[in-house]
T-cell receptor
Framework: GQNIDQPTEMTATEGAIVQINCTYQ??????LFWYQQHAGEAPTFLSY????GLEEKGRFSSFLSRSKGYSYLLLKELQMKDSASYLC?????????FGTGTRLQVFP | NAGVTQTPKFRILKIGQSMTLQCTQD?????MYWYRQDPGMGLKLIYY???????DKGEVPNGYNVSRSTTEDFPLRLELAAPSQTSVYFC??????????????FGPGTRLTVT
């Protein structure tokens, strides 16, 4: 079956580091995506992991462990504009299965 | 490039009416997708297409139909609208989901209310 779990909400302070976890169970798994979605807007692509390990992209990093069915998104030096929902999605053959998203609120 | 465009941006339907949500992409992508997003929830895949003439069901296809006669266009048809179809609908496109082309580009969404 298909199942993706991530926390519903998180809060953090400007300048801090936050880690958003995602666990998945997907048949035909072939990669893990993270998308950012600001309220009222469309999702935008952040990262893609297909191999185990850490991918770093500026202030954002994403990690994948295929054996554990686990990924996380790490956001460093948080800014107010990082307040958004973060969607974890696993690739199942030709399509993506999305989690419900983690709403991150950054406070000054 | 305009990317992925969707029309209309907003629509209110009465129960039982029908409508077509339009989606067009100008990136020559093979893959196109329709999602719905209910308030506070993630994206649910309705239908997708891996190329012109080919469509397949996603997680929540009931009450919807699609066609893919060209690479650029992927309209979503709602027949006999129901209140449960009140949602935000996103269209997305992507290149071949091979190892080097994996990103999905989303349109701005259509907010649909069925009353």
């Amino acid at each position: 079956g298909q199942n993706i779990d991530q926390p519903t909400e998180m809060t953090a302070t400007e300048g801090a580091i936050v880690q958003i976890n995602c666990t998945y169970q997907t048949s035909g798994f072939n990669g893990l995506f993270w998308y950012q979605q600001h309220a009222g807007e469309a999702p935008t692509f952040l990262s893609y992991n297909v191999l185990d390990g850490l991918e770093e992209k500026g202030r954002f990093s994403s990690f994948l462990s295929r054996s554990k069915g686990y990924s996380y998104l790490l956001l460093k030096e948080l800014q107010m504009k990082d307040s958004a929902s973060y969607l974890c999605a696993s690739r199942d053959t030709d399509k993506l299965i999305f989690g419900t998203g983690t709403r991150l609120q950054v406070f000054p | 490039n305009a990317g992925v465009t969707q029309t209309p941006k907003f629509r209110i339907l009465k129960i039982g009416q029908s409508m077509t949500l339009q989606c067009t992409q100008d990136m020559n992508h093979n893959y196109m997708y329709w999602y719905r997003q209910d308030p506070g929830m993630g994206l649910k895949l309705i239908y997708y297409s891996v190329g012109a003439g080919i469509t397949d069901k996603g997680e929540v296809p009931n009450g919807y139909n699609v066609s893919r006669s060209t690479t650029e266009d992927f309209p979503l048809r709602l027949e006999l609208a129901a209140p449960s179809q009140t949602s935000v609908y996103f269209c997305a496109s992507g290149g071949n989901l091979g190892p080097n082309s994996y990103e999905q580009y989303f349109g701005p969404g259509t907010r649909l209310t069925v009353t």
